[in-house]
Nanobody, 127 residues
Framework: VQLQASGAGSVQAGGSLRLSCAAS????????????MGWFRQAPGKEREFVAT????????NHADSVKGRFTTSRDNAENTIYLQMNNLKFEDTAVYYC?????????????????WGQGTLVTVSS
């Protein structure tokens, strides 16, 4: 299963971006609508870290403390797409962002809970 993230780019601090993640092929779209999904990021020189997760039905979400109140993950199963709305971006949010599909239907915060990963997309925040 290939996941494709879009919507990244460069923005000034305080700005907003919205990332989207969808399956690259129609035959894999059910993977998104049936599974928990998550967002992770990796900044230069740092380890990959959890950002946000959402259960298959959207009823359960969890966000890292560093992004709470600024980032919101959501999903549209009719479109087989998940989103990460990022507001009030900070310089330290600069990273490659990855979407991932969990092994099960529920939200998960650990990378080992995820089976399929997108290729990553770069978000750059200038101060």
């Amino acid at each position: 299963v290939q996941l494709q993230a879009s919507g990244a780019g460069s923005v000034q601090a305080g700005g907003s971006l919205r990332l989207s993640c969808a399956a690259s092929s129609a035959k894999y779209r059910a993977t998104i609508s049936n599974n928990g999904m998550g967002w992770f990021r990796q900044a230069p020189g740092k380890e990959r870290e959890f950002v946000a997760t959402i259960s298959w039905n959207g009823q359960n979400t969890n966000h890292a403390d560093s992004v709470k109140g600024r980032f919101t993950t959501s999903r549209d199963n009719a479109e087989n797409t998940i989103y990460l709305q990022m507001n009030n971006l900070k310089f330290e949010d600069t990273a490659v962002y990855y979407c991932a599909a969990a092994r099960g239907a529920w939200a998960a915060t650990t990378a080992t809970s995820y089976r399929y990963w997108g290729q990553g997309t770069l978000v750059t925040v200038s101060s």
